[in-house]
């Protein structure tokens, strides 16, 4: 049998970073997790509750989280960072009150910072959220891997697998379906290779996205 790992965690220390920086007891992992989840969660919902999206992506690439005794340190790497700053720093600090409301810390300081990304389309993330919204508006199948893939190239990658599963177009039975441009060689661990598994809710059930791009070899 075929023994699958996820991309991101067969690289940690190699090509990887991890996304969350802290230190806890054993005894105390399992609540800073709980809390790395509610950070992610709450950006998450606010602006999808409070930002017009026009192609329905939010445009965040990864979040990454680096707590202090006395601070947590949040950066939001994003594609499109027009959503949150056009509101200036009222949003910023709307968002901030609300994790620490979501988290009720009052002796921790959060702070929120935002960093722009060059090419979104070149994230796996941001692509994701991009074929779900085709998805969700009845585009074929093909179609939005293929309009995906033409994003991706832009963004000046060397390869791309898309694999989408699930009932896909309605149809009765749940089937996979893959489509892979250029090199994605997941063996080697010097590949530096961007990965995300993203669920889509459509009208006719559950959709799973999982997307791998191979950015460069060290």
């Given at each position: 049998?075929?023994?699958?790992?996820?991309?991101?965690?067969?690289?940690?220390?190699?090509?990887?970073?991890?996304?969350?920086?802290?230190?806890?007891?054993?005894?105390?992992?399992?609540?800073?997790?709980?809390?790395?989840?509610?950070i992610?969660?709450?950006?998450k919902?606010?602006?999808?509750?409070?930002?017009?999206?026009?192609?329905?992506?939010e445009?965040?690439?990864?979040?990454?989280?680096?707590?202090?005794?006395?601070?947590?340190?949040v950066?939001?790497?994003?594609?499109?960072?027009?959503?949150?700053?056009?509101?200036?720093?009222?949003?910023i600090?709307e968002?901030q009150?609300?994790?620490?409301?979501?988290?009720?810390?009052?002796?921790?300081?959060?702070?929120?910072a935002?960093?722009?990304?060059?090419?979104?389309?070149?994230?796996?993330?941001?692509?994701?959220?991009?074929?779900?919204?085709?998805?969700?508006?009845?585009?074929?199948?093909?179609k939005?891997?293929?309009?995906?893939?033409?994003?991706?190239?832009?963004?000046?990658?060397?390869?791309?697998?898309?694999?989408i599963?699930?009932?896909?177009?309605?149809?009765?039975?749940?089937?996979?379906?893959?489509?892979r441009?250029?090199?994605v060689?997941?063996?080697?661990?010097?590949?530096?290779?961007?990965?995300?598994?993203?669920?889509?809710?459509?009208?006719?059930?559950?959709?799973?996205?999982?997307?791998?791009?191979?950015?460069?070899?060290?």
């Amino acid at each position: 049998m075929g023994q699958k790992i996820n991309p991101l965690g067969f690289r940690l220390g190699t090509t990887q970073n991890h996304h969350s920086i802290w230190f806890a007891q054993p005894k105390n992992y399992s609540e800073g997790l709980e809390e790395d989840h509610k950070i992610r969660e709450c950006i998450k919902n606010y602006i999808q509750k409070n930002m017009k999206i026009p192609s329905g992506v939010e445009g965040i690439a990864r979040i990454e989280i680096q707590k202090r005794i006395d601070l947590i340190q949040v950066i939001i790497y994003m594609g499109f960072p027009k959503l949150l700053i056009e509101g200036k720093t009222r949003r910023i600090e709307e968002l901030q009150v609300n994790i620490q409301k979501e988290l009720n810390c009052t002796n921790r300081k959060v702070n929120i910072a935002i960093t722009r990304i060059p090419n979104p389309y070149g994230h796996p993330n941001i692509l994701a959220e991009f074929i779900a919204g085709q998805l969700k508006n009845r585009v074929s199948f093909r179609k939005a891997m293929k309009k995906a893939i033409e994003l991706t190239e832009q963004a000046d990658t060397k390869g791309i697998q898309i694999q989408i599963a699930g009932r896909i177009d309605g149809k009765e039975i749940a089937r996979v379906e893959w489509i892979r441009e250029g090199r994605v060689p997941l063996q080697t661990i010097r590949a530096k290779i961007d990965y995300c598994s993203y669920t889509a809710r459509t009208i006719y059930g559950v959709l799973g996205i999982k997307i791998w791009i191979f950015l460069e070899e060290e």
